[in-house]
């Protein structure tokens, strides 16, 4: 099954899930892709900010476009997210595209880093992307079509004092994201990374003006990035221009971390 030949952003008969999809780079996605023709489905723990989401983007959603559809559940479960992929393949025939975006943090300096904070990083982070990915993969083998994008951080690449949690998830997700590129490959399915830098989110939002006029000195296009910025990105590697690249980090960065 191919998209329209109108426009490779065109996404109707396609279906995502969005993990991590009610606000900030998520959601950017979800009403991207929504916009796009998609059926999405996205996912998150607050059910509130979830369904509120949900009912802000259908009402936005062009006449025709298929509904957007918020999902409780928690990356970290396995079994949660075994249920949450089998209940999308029952409900929509099919699952096109994964996007693992959910993340938290739990930033310390190491001798101040409790094993709880490694723990639930890892837990969400990186074996939640495990979970959706093993969840989905099943029925795109079967369908021999799919589209697995990942959401790492340029922290992954270059780490961060205060963040070595956080930095080892996130590496740890190219590894995995390429390990899958080789694995899928030969039933069409491409697994991507991308790699945000500093993007204006809940979680930048919290930073003091000093220090984010700082770390607008220290990318080269001067700014922070907007959830927009990525969601461009993700769109370009889940439409048919990318249908050749797989097994690749994108850096969405602003030119932040050149090597």
């Given at each position: ?15 995502a899930l969005v993990t991590g999809g009610s606000r900030g780079i998520g959601r950017a996605l979800t009403e991207r892709l929504a916009g796009g023709g998609a059926r999405v489905f996205f996912c998150g723990t607050n059910t509130d900010l979830g369904h509120r989401a949900a009912d802000e983007i259908n009402q936005r959603l062009p006449a025709g476009n298929p509904p957007t559809t918020f999902l409780a559940a928690n990356v970290a479960d396995f079994e949660a997210c075994n249920r949450m992929i089998s209940d ?172």
């Amino acid at each position: 099954m191919s998209c329209s030949n109108h426009h490779p952003f065109d996404f109707s008969n396609r279906v995502a899930l969005v993990t991590g999809g009610s606000r900030g780079i998520g959601r950017a996605l979800t009403e991207r892709l929504a916009g796009g023709g998609a059926r999405v489905f996205f996912c998150g723990t607050n059910t509130d900010l979830g369904h509120r989401a949900a009912d802000e983007i259908n009402q936005r959603l062009p006449a025709g476009n298929p509904p957007t559809t918020f999902l409780a559940a928690n990356v970290a479960d396995f079994e949660a997210c075994n249920r949450m992929i089998s209940d999308i393949f029952k409900e929509a025939g099919r699952l096109d595209f994964l996007v693992n975006n959910a993340g938290i943090t739990r930033d310390n300096l190491l001798m101040r880093l409790k094993e709880s904070d490694w723990d639930e990083v890892m837990a969400v982070n990186l074996k939640g992307c495990f979970n959706c990915a093993r969840a989905a993969a099943r029925g795109m083998l079967k369908q021999r079509y799919g589209r697995l994008l990942f959401l790492s951080s340029v922290i992954g690449l270059m780490g961060n004092a205060g963040q070595a949690n956080y930095a080892a998830a996130k590496a740890g997700i190219i590894g995995l994201a390429r390990s899958l590129a080789k694995e899928l490959a030969s039933r069409n399915i491409t697994s991507n990374i991308i790699a945000p830098g500093y993007i204006q989110t809940d979680m930048t939002a919290a930073l003091d003006e000093k220090t984010k006029n700082e770390i607008s000195s220290a990318i080269p296009l001067g700014r922070l990035g907007s959830s927009d910025d990525v969601a461009n990105a993700a769109l370009f590697l889940l439409s048919p221009l990318a249908d050749y690249i797989t097994g690749q980090v994108l850096q969405v960065d602003g030119g932040m971390l050149t090597a």
